[in-house]
Structure formats: C-alpha cells, structure tokens
C-alpha cells in the first residue's frame, strides 16, 4: 500500500515524500479513503499511531476540491478541537507540512496567550481551524469565530477533553454548527461517556480501531526498579549519570513533584526543565523547543501537559510514580521507540504501588523486566509482589489489539490527577 494508491493529489503527496513518509499506517490506510468519501469516522486510537495524518490528509484534500478558485472571502470549513493547547500546536504543525503546497489556510486557537494574533488571523479569512474549547467558545461569543459554513467537524482525543471537563464547551460548539456535516471522532479509551457523546454527534460512522499499542512498541525496553519510595530520587540521579540518556522525558504524578524533581537533577548538573498545568504557555512552548532542541536534556512533565507531545528521538521515558490506570502507561512509553527508532522505558515503583504494575501487566499481556541491579534496590524483594525471584519475563510488548476492550474502565480516577 502506498500513498499514491490511496488518490492523494499532488500537493500532499509531495509533502508526504518531505516529511519521509514511506506507506500509509494502518490508521492511514483505513480512515483516508472513508474520509475522503464523505463518511463519518469513530475511530479508536492513540497518539503515536499516526492519527493526525489520517484525519489532516484527507481532510485538507476535501476542502481543496471543494473549493471554488474564483470563491470570494475563505470560511472555516474544517473545525479540529483538541483537548490541550500542546496537542492543538501539534496538530496545527501537522497541517502546515501536509498542507503546505494546497494555498489552504488554517488558525490555531487555544487560551492561556493573548487572543490578538489568533483573532487577526481569523479575521484575515481561514479555511481550517485547530482549537482547545474553552479559548474558541471565548472567541465565538466575542464574533470572531463563524462556523455556519463548516463541513468537518473533528474530534481529537475525545476521552482527554471529556476528562479535562470540556463537555459542555463541546456541546455548545456542536450546536453552533450545521447539522448536515461530516464528524471524525477520534478517542485512546471508549468508556460508557464517550461511546454516549459519539452516538449523538456521528452518523453510520466507519468504525476503525487500532490497537491500543503503539506499532512501535516492540522496539521499546521495558525495566521496572524497585525501590522504596524515599530513594526513588537517588535511584533517578543514578540511572540518569549511569546510562548514556541523550533525552528523558520524565513522569510525575503532581505538578509540585515535577517542579521538585526538576530542581533535584538540575542540582545535580543535568539541564532539566518540567512542563505542567500552572506553567505559563509560553514557558511550556520555550521548555518543549528547548528539549525538542536538545538544550535540555531531561524535560519532567505531569500526563496532562504531556498528553501528545510529539518529540522525535527520545531516548529514554522514565515513569517516576506508576501511573493510576494501566492505559497511562502504554500511553507513556509509547512516546519513546518511535518511527521504527529503539527506546528504554524506566518504571519506578515503591512498595504501595506493585498493585499498580499488576494491573499494567495484566493490560500489556505480559511482565514488565524487573532490574535488581542498581544500589537502591530493596532488600526484601522475595516478600514484594513477585519481585527478585530470578524470573525474566519477556520483554515483549503484547497487545492484545482492539481498544474496544478497555472501554469498560471507568476514568473517574484520571480526574484525580
Ligand atoms: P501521531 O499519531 O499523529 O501523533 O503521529 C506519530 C508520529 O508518526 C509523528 O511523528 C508523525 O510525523 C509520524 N507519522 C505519521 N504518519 C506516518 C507515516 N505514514 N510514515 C512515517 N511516519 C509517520
């Protein structure tokens, strides 16, 4: 399968060839061609497995033959809404690539910067429009957002916005737009709520789902350390001047644990810098480049903030504290051994927490690799949840596909965080 057989004009082709892309993925090859016949999506997939192309393709083919060259003023056709700003960029980055040679416009929109140059662009006249809810409601009640001429309606990680609270936002901007319209609907997990939101907003939709684990996941080393929850900072600063890491990104449970962590491996002479919910936008935006740029070297973040970060050669993710739900986890590590690249995946895990790893195994089909060899290792692994016992599991990352299984996990506790 390639990208020639799947119809896409010229334009996109040729971007496709600059950004390297080889053949479709399998999200690719399944959602363009329904896109681009006018149906609607409910897709289950996550980051990683190539999703935003799948719908970004398509999409800005649609509207590129839909447009009338002699057309007066541009009008928003297609609306992407993204649960956090990061993925928003993203997204919009994705749209500048594959759209780059179509003469398509598009805006970016999310909260926490200055509205003025987002609101001058719309107003200039777009085509596209890539947008966290809470900023384009704002915008929409201040005029500048007309979307009665939309055609796509796109949503992007769909559990997350339903997480960060944005259900009401995302009501109200469907009932802003025409009800005779093409709906992608895109979502890692599909507990009860989501399944609910979808059936109201999609029509005979194709249902596409890819498994849970990210293509690239047999490429990633798993270890798992235990080590009691008081030495996990040591542990930390041993594996980071031990093994020769060119990038971590690291993952703490609260946005005060990532600032303290920070602190402690910048004292220790590594750059380091965390990204969090009380950070500033633009110190996000500057952290992000700066570790993209391998300024820094570690870069400590909460799951919120990390959620779609796209980063190209990380070497190493380290789970600081086990994640609260399974899933977080495959989430995480999928984010190293990217693009067919190798990546170690570090988990720590204190004593309270082996319940935690139990569940994680019993998701990924499999053992994550204990590692005994390190100084901060506890001395009674025999009594401790399986540990220490000689055994080594495999090292491969099973999926067991079909995301639809997981959906009936309940995601109250991802509130908590
Ligand atoms: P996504 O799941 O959209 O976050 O994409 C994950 C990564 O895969 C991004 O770095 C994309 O640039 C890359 N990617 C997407 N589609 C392809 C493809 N067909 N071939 C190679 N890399 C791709």
Not at 213 to 220: G, T
């Amino acid at each position: 399968m390639t990208f020639e057989n799947l119809n896409i004009i010229q334009p996109i082709l040729e971007a496709l060839k600059r950004e390297n892309y080889v053949e479709p993925t399998p999200i690719q090859a399944q959602s363009i061609p329904a896109i681009m016949q006018g149906r609607d999506i409910f897709g289950c997939a996550q980051t990683g497995t190539g999703k935003t192309a799948a719908f970004a393709i398509p999409i800005l083919q649609n509207i590129k033959q839909a447009q009338n060259p002699g057309q007066g003023k541009r009008s928003i056709s297609a609306l992407i809404l993204a649960p956090t700003r990061e993925l928003a960029i993203q997204i919009s980055e994705k749209f500048s690539a594959y759209g780059k040679s179509t003469g398509l416009r598009h805006a970016v929109i999310y909260g926490g910067v200055s509205q003025f140059h987002q609101v001058k662009k719309l107003k200039a006249g777009v085509d596209i429009v890539i947008a966290t809810p809470g900023r384009l409601m704002d915008l929409m009640n201040q005029g500048y957002v007309d979307l009665r001429r939309l055609k796509i309606l796109t949503l992007d990680e769909a559990d997350r916005m339903l997480d960060m609270g944005f259900i009401n936002d995302i009501k109200k901007i469907i009932a802003k737009v025409p009800a005779k319209r093409q709906t992608l609907f895109f979502s890692a997990t599909m507990p009860a709520a989501i399944k609910k939101l979808s059936e109201t907003i999609l029509t005979d939709p194709v249902r596409i789902s890819i498994s849970p684990v990210n293509p690239s996941a047999e490429n990633i080393t798993q270890e798992l350390y235990y080590v009691e929850k008081g030495n996990k900072k040591n542990l930390l600063i041993h594996v980071l001047e031990k093994k020769s890491i060119s990038s971590a990104l690291i993952f703490t449970r609260t946005k005060r644990g990532a600032d303290k962590i920070t602190r402690q491996i910048k004292m220790s002479g590594i750059r380091a810098e965390a990204i969090h919910g009380n950070k500033s936008q633009n110190y996000r935006q500057k952290a992000l480049a700066n570790f993209k740029a391998k300024k820094t070297t570690v870069l400590v973040a909460t799951d919120i903030a990390s959620r779609g970060i796209d980063i190209d050669e990380l070497s190493h993710v380290i789970n600081y504290e086990i994640p609260n739900e399974a899933e977080t986890y495959v989430h995480r590590i999928g984010r190293t051994g990217r693009a067919g690249a190798s990546g170690i995946a570090l988990s720590f895990c204190a004593r309270e927490e082996q319940g935690l790893v139990r569940d994680i195994n019993r998701l990924i089909n499999s053992s994550i690799p204990i590692v005994t060899d390190h100084p901060f290792r506890m001395t009674d692994l025999q009594t401790f949840g399986g540990g220490g016992n000689g055994r080594r599991p495999r090292n491969r990352f099973n999926s067991r596909g079909g995301g639809q299984a997981r959906g009936g996990r309940n995601n109250h506790s991802r509130r908590r965080r």
